[in-house]
């Protein structure tokens, strides 16, 4: 009798439990349901396509011009002392980038590592122990999507800024116009443009012997180098590859190896580095379960405004591209050289550079989002290691300043911080002043629980590219890493380490 009862109470047990869970499950969907309809009501509102290189021409790594663009852009000819080259600080198994704070081009130690552990040669200009870039250098993937300007100050940039041209057929200027309206004739499109100027800069790729060269001077000097005419390059090959390259059998070094062709070729090799499969994209373009539950709810979050729930961060971040484009400040920590600015010299007033105005002071172009978990550290100094650590800065950005640590937030051994605070406050008592004065469009702090901040990071994750998200996934990566099927014709390829 007592087993009778003992398999009746069991039998009701387990009844119980399989409507509870069913019960959670049709919660949890209703949940989803209700969630997703929300968040494709925001994508409608916001105008999505998922895809911002949609009409756009973006090149194939693959044509001839971009592979010549690759051999260039891996050549460490291209530096004056020949000891660097543009992947030095632009490694597609890095992001695009170099994953340091602050990038060390010429003098390195060791010119073959790349990215963490890359150290200034104690035998080097100026050295002091820590990198000799003054700013965090900026990834090359996705550089075809920027149609108004490129670099954290926007010294190259587009006047009309016409979506979807990345600034060809537009008005051009940068630091080699007269003046800040008159175009710079020799660009070609903004990726091109950026092309030309890694090789201007002394602690970049021009090197310390080339100091008297201005930048036309320094970029031809390198022309003659890749025609032959200075005598330097032990195994000369260029002719062919720039033959190949511009689809030219017949062509002359005088007439193919030109200013021109060397920054336009390296301009498509870097405008073929879309990453934009991500499965927020798949989520947009009409697939429910691309992304969890948590990621829309963080998704919401990023674009409600705060009246509504959210934290309004679709405010700079918009479009399929996630950046407005233009320039804001929000106080990043300044660490490092900078940029000559303020009374120690090693401060950094952004944008104030480029326009002179002092709203721009300590104003910087809002990054892209797309592939946001690659493209740390984060700043335009690098000050944020952790993509945690920076959203946490523009939540509460006194709070951040206030209690932040550089042991902490900063990976890369020797970063200068001897002016950190006193640099940063400047730009913190501008943003606070900025607040407190109403200015339109300032940075507003708002908080989030810790299960609100959880699904904001979720939904940021989203944004990778599946070729990038996977640091190993070297098959993905190897249209922008030369194998040996591909000429080197100067035997200075870089063959990167990375740690």
Not at 15 to 27: F, G, T
Not at 75 to 103: E, F, I, Y
């Amino acid at each position: 009798m007592r087993s009778k009862s003992l398999l009746l109470v069991l039998s009701a047990s387990l009844l119980l439990s399989a409507c509870s869970d069913s019960d959670s499950q049709d919660e949890t969907a209703l949940e989803q349901e209700v969630v997703t309809k929300e968040l494709r009501g925001e994508i409608r509102l916001a105008s999505l396509s998922g895809d911002p290189s949609l009409n756009r021409s973006v090149p194939e790594a693959s044509s001839p011009l971009a592979v010549l663009g690759m051999q260039l852009f891996y050549s460490q000819a291209l530096s004056g002392d020949m000891d660097t080259a543009c992947v030095s600080c632009h490694h597609p198994k890095l992001g695009g980038g170099d994953n340091l704070a602050l990038s060390i081009g010429v003098e390195a130690a060791d010119p073959l590592l790349l990215g963490p552990g890359r150290e200034h040669s104690s035998a080097g200009h100026d050295y002091d122990g820590g990198p000799t870039v003054p700013r965090n250098a900026p990834t090359t993937f996705n550089i075809a999507l920027w149609d108004r300007a490129i670099f954290h100050d926007g010294r190259l940039e587009s006047i009309e800024g016409t979506e979807n041209m990345n600034g060809e057929g537009t008005n051009m200027v940068s630091p080699d116009s007269p003046d800040r309206v008159t175009p710079d004739e020799s660009a070609v499109n903004l990726t091109v443009m950026q092309a030309m100027f890694p090789v201007t800069s002394s602690e970049e790729m021009k090197g310390h012997h080339f100091q008297e060269y201005d930048n036309q001077e320094i970029r031809q000097y390198l022309v003659e180098r890749l025609r032959g005419e200075t005598g330097e390059l032990v195994t000369n090959e260029w002719l062919a590859a720039f033959q190949l390259g511009l689809q030219d059998p017949d062509g002359t070094a005088e007439s193919l190896i030109t200013q021109t062709n060397i920054f336009t070729a390296i301009g498509e090799f870097e405008r073929s580095q879309v990453f934009v499969n991500s499965p927020w994209k798949s989520f947009v373009q009409g697939d429910d379960d691309a992304i969890s539950l948590n990621s829309k709810k963080g998704a919401l979050i990023f674009f409600k405004p705060q009246e509504q729930g959210g934290a309004n961060c679709v405010s700079c971040h918009k479009g399929d591209f996630f950046t407005d484009e233009e320039y804001h400040n929000i106080a990043m920590v300044q660490v490092g050289r900078g940029k000559g600015d303020g009374e120690s010299g090693s401060n950094d007033f952004g944008r104030f550079k480029v326009t002179q105005l002092e709203r721009d002071k300590f104003a910087f172009r809002t990054p892209s989002l797309l592939n946001i978990t690659k493209m740390g550290p984060y700043g335009h100094a690098g000050s944020y290691h952790s993509l945690e650590a920076v959203v946490r800065h523009h939540l509460d950005v006194n709070d951040a300043i206030n209690n932040y640590d550089a042991d902490a937030n900063i990976e890369q051994q020797g970063v200068q911080t001897q002016n950190m605070m006193s640099n940063t406050l400047a730009a913190l008592n501008k943003l606070n002043a900025e607040r407190n004065a109403g200015t339109e469009g300032v940075l507003q702090d708002r908080a989030l629980s810790d299960e609100e901040f959880d699904q904001l990071i979720s939904f940021l994750h989203t944004l990778t590219d599946s070729c990038i998200a996977d640091a190993d996934n070297t098959q993905c990566l190897a249209p922008w890493i030369p194998g040996d099927d591909i000429a080197d014709p100067d035997g200075l390829r870089l063959e990167a380490v990375i740690r």
